[in-house]
């Protein structure tokens, strides 16, 4: 569970500083009932506030900023409750600790590989063809100097820097790592992040990456793709603070994320406080809100539980674009193959936090990182999630998100994607597949006007 609390102003104010170590104790000592996590540092939650005066204080579909101020953050720290004891612990801790704010679900998060075992379509050099790399290029659009978070399994730079016949390093002062990983960033074992950050690499070569390995899960039972999303919620307040340690006049943090919650099982009920999948006020879902306030693109891929061809881990009745995956301050990318056709497993709207999800769609199920052996694809929205982060990274090299915010990179990446189905907005394609000559010309346009 994540137990989210108001202690005291100078606690809360202490989460809040990167330079301070605070423990679980320190922030609720003595939960009843409740076994805290002593691995997991306590995360400062800020608090949405309307944008403009008077406001409803209650509503997140309004202009918001967030507030870390002591006053106005709460604190959330992780713990167990005995599963004979869930449902009356989650009615009397609130009522009975003035200090607990609401118990929410921490559902296992887990990476998003295709089903089936079709062969690749194409390449990565045709992927890179598509996108448009030498164009980009030629306008100075190669992600020099933008920081490409890839939130996923770890990064293997030694095997990228082979298929790439090329140095790949990544920033270990700005990478992160949850408690129990000890492997150094750059340093993971071969597999699905090391795959999304070959894609991503495709659109943005020069791009920094940062390492933040929230799937190595250290959890009882988990396996080597899985973690929870308390582990996500960390790893976004660090990004936090590498996005503030920026000078605002070069703003720029692309943040990748190809996996999602697959079951409902995982989570409280849809309408329950504590819920995930269906609420923008989990504390996850904030944070995010948070990050692309701040200046963050957010990026993550749609799913593979699409109607012809549903992973099996596919849960969810309907709408299996859930939580986060469905951020409306997000994008969330479905997947075609480099022919432009939709993949079967790339799943479809409407999502579940915003209606309109998938927003766009990009390359995959194409031959490229090897990451998985030399005849197999880098494949799933997994793969067209960091090739469309790339994108955004390239754009990122002249474009810092104080001269063009998230929100407007958003709509202009929408406004010029390829429509591949009904005239408009789809289910199964979104606004289209991004398309990085449209891109090239909006921007030399909004540039002309600005001259």
């Known amino acids: 569970m994540l137990i989210q609390l108001r202690p005291s102003p100078d606690v809360v104010a202490a989460v809040a500083d990167p330079s301070a170590a605070v423990a679980p104790a320190d922030v609720a000592d003595g939960l009843p009932g409740v076994v805290l996590d002593d691995g997991f ?29 002591a006053e106005h953050a709460s604190v959330l720290i992780r713990g167990e409750i005995a599963d004979d004891e869930v449902t009356p612990r989650l009615t009397l801790l609130p009522a009975t600790r003035r200090d607990v ?70 920033d270990e002062r700005r990478s992160w790592s949850p408690a129990g990983v000890t492997t150094p960033p750059g340093r993971h074992r071969r597999g699905h992040g090391t795959m999304c950050a070959f894609d991503a690499l495709i659109t943005a070569p020069r791009a920094p990456l940062l390492d933040y390995p929230v799937l190595l899960s250290q959890r009882q039972g988990g396996s080597a793709v899985d973690g929870l999303l308390s582990d996500a919620i960390a790893a976004y307040a660090r990004l936090r603070q590498v996005l503030e340690e920026q000078p605002p006049e070069s703003r720029a ?20 406080p504590g819920n995930y999948s269906d609420n923008p006020a989990h504390p996850f879902n904030l944070i995010l809100a948070s990050l692309a306030e701040a200046g963050a693109d957010i990026l993550f891929a749609a799913g593979n539980c699409g109607r012809e061809c549903p992973d099996a881990r596919c849960a969810f009745p ?41 927003d766009l769609c990009a390359y995959t199920h194409f031959a490229g990182s090897r990451a998985f052996g030399d005849s197999e694809p880098d494949s799933g929205t997994s793969a067209a999630c960091p090739v469309a982060a790339g994108l955004v990274a390239a754009i990122r090299t002249r474009w810092p998100s104080t001269v063009l915010s998230p929100a407007q990179l958003r709509t202009l990446l929408r406004r010029t994607a390829d429509d591949r189905s009904t005239v408009g907005y789809d289910h199964d394609y979104g606004y289209g597949i991004v398309d990085p ?9 909004r540039a002309a006007r600005a001259a």
Request: glycine content about 12%.
């Open 41 to 69: 540092p306590p995360v400062a939650v800020p608090r949405p506030i309307p944008a403009d005066p008077g406001g409803d204080p209650l509503s997140l579909n309004q202009p918001l900023r967030f507030s870390l101020a």
């Open 101 to 170: 704010i609401a118990v929410h679900a921490d559902p296992v998060i887990e990476a998003a590989p295709t089903c089936g075992g079709d062969g690749p379509v194409g390449d990565w050099r045709d992927v890179e063809r598509l996108m448009c790399v030498p164009d980009l290029a030629a306008e100075g659009l190669d992600g020099t100097g933008v920081a490409l978070a890839i939130v996923d399994t770890g990064i293997d730079t030694a095997h990228l820097s082979t298929v790439l016949d090329r140095p790949v390093t990544v």
């Open 253 to 272: 943090l692309v943040v990748s994320n190809s996996w999602g919650s697959f079951s409902p099982r995982w989570d409280f009920p849809p309408g329950h």
């Open 437 to 445: 000559a449209g891109v090239i010309a909006a921007l030399r346009r």
């Open 318 to 358: 309907d709408r299996p674009i859930t939580g986060a995956n469905s951020h409306p301050r997000a994008l969330s990318i479905a997947g075609v193959d480099t022919t432009g056709k939709r993949v079967g497993y790339s799943s479809q709207g409407p999502g579940r936090l915003a209606e309109r999800k998938p």
